[in-house]
């Protein structure tokens, strides 16, 4: 998930107050507040700038911020949310041309980003031009005297000149308007002066305007504001085609091209335990529904893509393509892809106001808006699995539920994470769009990076696995500690699940393998070492008492440990949990704050004399050795070469994850009597009271690479209650 920088004091994660992100986040929702006096400047220096702005004139912000207040007695209004990380893009009407910026756009656009609901009342009263509601000035006759006899108001993404003098035009103007725009006067989101016309319309004729229909099945909406005052020149077969996309939106495709979206039908992992699923257990399509999901949708449910039809498929029904997601109108349930597609020419997205285009119809939707929450129920569909057994086997997006990342107030979504925004520049930027006029956007990359790269040759794959390793490198917090027992030293290993949205590892996490490597040193000697692991084996095969690792297991009915998701009845888990919870007065808060000793409770090994240096190395392995090498039937007969199957091989090695903020230190986190003394940079002593796997009482000695408080409370780190390690 999107991570900032923040800064801890002890207690764990306390927040700077005057540190707003360019990006948010959960953790620092609490800084974006602003005061009464900040609020009615900003709202008056709008104001003035809007009245300016129709009569063409220019004037300095901070005086005319001044006058507007002035005018309106010196009284202040408060703001929903802080405006400062806002888009500074200007909005215009589509009639007029005239700006018409209001609040309650700006409100519905950010919920998920901090701002609280606003009552029926204050939203009717603020959905009205903001130069309307400022008093006339002395120098703003013209602008102010046009605002008095004429009405702009904004519903949807249109604005309605309205005369207090011709009703029938009034009328019209509603009846011609848009969806979106209907739909908002039926939710009573009326501007001030237009509710006494709407009253006079029939009730009967508006529902039949809002094209409200039966034909929609549970969890489906139509499209709020389609553009189609153009014929798309691209039908819907071509619009399901990536390369069709590529024409206009170069950068994205660009993005996607190299993504595991593009690779998902391509990757001989998926290839290969597709084979073997259809062939021992008859699964179907039930990877195939997410990995090729246009596909499935093409062919029909009743037909299996094999193998063979796979690599057969045109490119427009391989991997999670752009009008998979971009065409989703609903989302009919939680897990194993449950979303519906509208099978139009509406290609929706995030904002309200798209430019009208000849390639093709254009629609706002939540569910590609990472600033609602309803967003991640789309990325949730395919993200979280349940087999035919009912064992839950894949659960990010239940995990996001169950954090405090998906909170209405201060949530942050999957794509805000995974599909970050880019500094501004246009969204269609293809050779076909060149020179028409597009304006400057919030555009996301659309590289979806997480854990997993490509294993064969692909696009964009050195940037993939950029986008992967700047990912990973931001999710942990950790610390190591050293105490000196008397003459024998005990080191702990902290570590903090702070910046994923979920649990950590996630995804398949019965294939993902974490684990901690830590090596203690006296005089250059080594003198003790736990999770080293031979390169070419799985950590699970090692026989080091004393290793962290980090995993998930699966059961069949008998209760052996499989790695077959179709025999899977049961699982245990062992991940970091995520955060649920920014109240540091609840120990929940510190659920993710793990604390693991070494050597164990109950080894034999003694740390002696204590060591004058320690390190640490984290590492991450995506799918693990021993169901690949299980796997090569399969890939053979897919016809992979035996040298390509030992290519592959090497290239599922485990990755090392920075354990420093500052990769400039390097990967490893090192711990010496220099570092610790070092307290600007990550060294911290205390008396022992919050790290369960010390002595309480005993003196610690600290070091963090990543602005960790060691001192603050800490729990032990999860374990099996099955499996093991």
Not at 78 to 90: C, G, M, N, Q, S
Not at 327 to 350: E, K, Y
Not at 463 to 478: C, D, F, G, I, P
Request: aromatic share 6%.
């Amino acid at each position: 998930m999107t991570k900032t920088g923040r800064t801890e004091t002890a207690g764990r994660g306390s927040l700077s107050s005057t540190s707003v992100p360019n990006t948010p986040s959960a953790v620092t929702m609490k800084a974006w507040r602003t005061t009464p006096e900040e609020g009615g400047a900003w709202i008056a220096q709008r104001a003035v700038e809007d009245a300016a702005h129709q009569d063409g004139r220019t004037s300095d912000a901070g005086t005319a911020a001044e006058d507007a207040a002035r005018s309106r007695g010196g009284q202040a209004q408060t703001p929903t949310v802080r405006i400062d990380h806002l888009p500074d893009d200007e909005r215009r009407c589509k009639v007029c041309g005239n700006r018409t910026d209001t609040f309650e756009r700006r409100v519905r656009r950010n919920r998920v980003m901090g701002a609280t609901e606003l009552s029926a009342k204050k939203r009717r009263s603020q959905s009205t031009s903001i130069s309307e509601r400022i008093p006339k000035r002395a120098n703003d006759d013209r602008a102010s005297t046009e605002a008095a006899s004429i009405r702009w108001c904004r519903i949807g993404h249109r604005c309605f000149r309205l005369s207090p003098d011709d009703k029938q035009t009034n009328e019209n103007q509603i009846k011609s308007a848009d969806p979106v725009a209907r739909r908002t006067l039926l939710r009573g989101v009326l501007c001030s002066g237009m509710r006494a016309y709407v009253k006079r319309l029939s009730l009967g004729i508006l529902l039949c305007l809002v094209h409200c229909s039966d034909d929609n099945p549970p969890g489906v909406t139509p499209p709020l504001d389609a553009k189609r005052d153009v014929n798309p020149i691209y039908t819907i077969d071509q619009l399901k085609d990536p390369e069709t996309c590529k024409a206009c939106h170069q950068k994205h495709y660009d993005d996607w091209s190299g993504s595991m979206h593009a690779y998902a039908s391509e990757d001989p992992l998926f290839l290969a335990m597709n084979e073997r699923g259809q062939r021992e257990a008859n699964i179907g399509n039930f990877c195939v529904n997410c990995h090729a999901p246009m596909a499935t949708a093409a062919l029909g449910k009743d037909t299996t893509v094999d193998g063979a039809m796979l690599k057969a498929l045109p490119k427009s029904q391989r991997g999670v393509t752009c009008y998979f997601c971009h065409n989703i109108d609903g989302v009919t349930g939680s897990h194993n892809n449950p979303l519906h597609l509208a099978n139009d020419n509406v290609m929706r997205g995030r904002y309200d106001d798209a430019v009208s285009n000849e390639a093709h119809a254009s629609a706002y939707s939540e569910y590609l808006d990472g600033t609602q929450l309803k967003s991640g129920d789309a990325c949730g569909a395919c993200h979280d699995i349940v087999n035919d057994r009912q064992a839950h086997i894949e659960r990010t997006f239940e995990e996001w539920k169950e954090s405090v990342f998906s909170s209405p107030v201060i949530g942050v979504t999957c794509a805000q994470c995974h599909v970050p925004k880019l500094l501004k520049n246009v969204i269609a930027d293809g050779p076909k769009v060149q020179g028409t006029g597009v304006f400057l956007r919030d555009p996301h990359e659309h590289k979806m990076a997480a854990v997993d790269v490509a294993i064969t040759d692909f696009p964009q794959l050195q940037a993939q696995k950029e986008a992967v390793a700047s990912e990973l490198n931001r999710e942990l917090q950790t610390a190591v500690c050293v105490t000196n027992l008397g003459g024998e030293a005990l080191i702990a290993v902290l570590a903090s699940n702070t910046a994923a949205g979920h649990r950590w590892p996630s995804g398949t996490a019965q294939d993902r393998q974490l684990w901690f490597q830590v090596t203690a040193y006296t005089g250059g000697a080594q003198i003790y070492q736990s999770g080293a692991i031979p390169a070419g084996t799985d950590p699970k095969e090692s026989a080091d008492q004393d290793l962290w690792l980090i995993r998930d297991c699966m059961f069949d009915e008998q209760g052996q440990e499989t790695h077959l998701f179709w025999d899977a009845k049961t699982y245990d888990f062992n991940s970091l949990p995520a955060q649920i919870t920014l109240d540091p007065t609840l120990p929940a808060f510190y659920q993710t704050h793990a604390a693991r000793r070494y050597p164990a409770t109950g080894s034999t090994t003694r740390l002696t004399p204590p060591p004058d240096r320690v390190t640490l190395k984290v590492w991450l392995q995506a799918f693990p050795y021993g169901v690949y090498d299980e796997l090569i039937p399969e890939l053979t007969t897919l016809g992979y070469s035996d040298g390509q199957i030992k290519e592959m091989r090497g290239k599922i090695a485990p990755v090392q994850i920075s354990a420093n903020s500052d990769l400039t230190r390097g990967l490893d986190l090192e711990w010496t009597a220099d570092a610790v003394a070092d307290k600007e940079h990550g060294g911290q002593e205390f008396r022992n009271g919050l790290i369960p796997v010390f002595p309480s009482g005993a003196w610690v000695q600290c070091v963090t690479g990543t602005a960790m408080s060691a001192s603050a409370q800490n729990v032990g780190a999860p374990k099996h209650k099955i499996c093991s390690p």
